[in-house]
């Protein structure tokens, strides 16, 4: 059976079966026939590979092999300095910003380099809490945001994202694209959204990628947590909560309030800590977009 198009051509069946099948395809893609151009069929192509590159990549295999099956949506290359930090998008969601990324962790380098130490007068069982901040010594990281309908890595704990740091390979970080609105603690009247919730624990979760902190003092607090784990949190989860209040557009005054007017809770001993606050230079650096948006 041959049928005449509108040119007077004729084609086979053969051929028309052919034809119907590709625009099955493009309809379900939402896609027309002259709206695939070369850069559009290279792009969606790009994206169905990405599935076997889940098997491909040393990164996955090694930290998230429980990521087999899943689509990747996005990898960034991001250089800082000397260190090379990979992003492994799988959210459907949400598209990662690789320069706010950068521009964050930039930040958060720069107040390391300014601070060697701090005596803010803050105290822990009545002895001074001195630290020190450096960066982390790793050259390689990698980034890993999650689909909410994927499982997490086994080492992740039961957290919405957490850092394994590997002396002499990689500093992994993982984040996973569902989070409480309510995570973020704000003043009344102002309301949280998902986006902001994952945007502070990457906040928080970069920091703890890229700096190593220590105590100058001797190890003699008495506490259950080692005190250079204690400071890492009372820095890495003020820098999130910073990030956070930062995309709000709080100007530094009252953002100085609202991290005075709360403390952190450590679980596991009976102390709170005050959380760290930046200059209002080393706030004005934070970017006010967002590291990630809806696709």
Known sequence: MEKRDKTGRYYSKAELLRRGRRKFLLQALGLTAAGLTAGGAATWLLNRRRKSEVSDSPEIAKYYPEAAGYD??????VQIGKVSLRIINFSQEYQVDPNVIKTVVESILKVARNHTDFTDGLTVNNLPLGWALEPDGANQKVLFLADRRMPKPEWSGSGYGTTLIQPGEYTVTFVKATTPADLVI????????????????????????????GTIYPDTYNLNIPPANLIQELFCNSLGRTVALRQLRITHPDYIKIMNSDQIIVPTDPITMPYYTLTSGEYAAIPTTPFIEKR
């Open 72 to 77: 990747i949506t996005q990898i960034e290359n």
């Open 186 to 213: 704000l003043p009344p009247g102002i309301r949280s959204d998902e986006i902001l919730a994952i945007s502070t624990i990457m906040g928080v979760e970069l920091c703890n990628a890229f700096i190593r902190t």
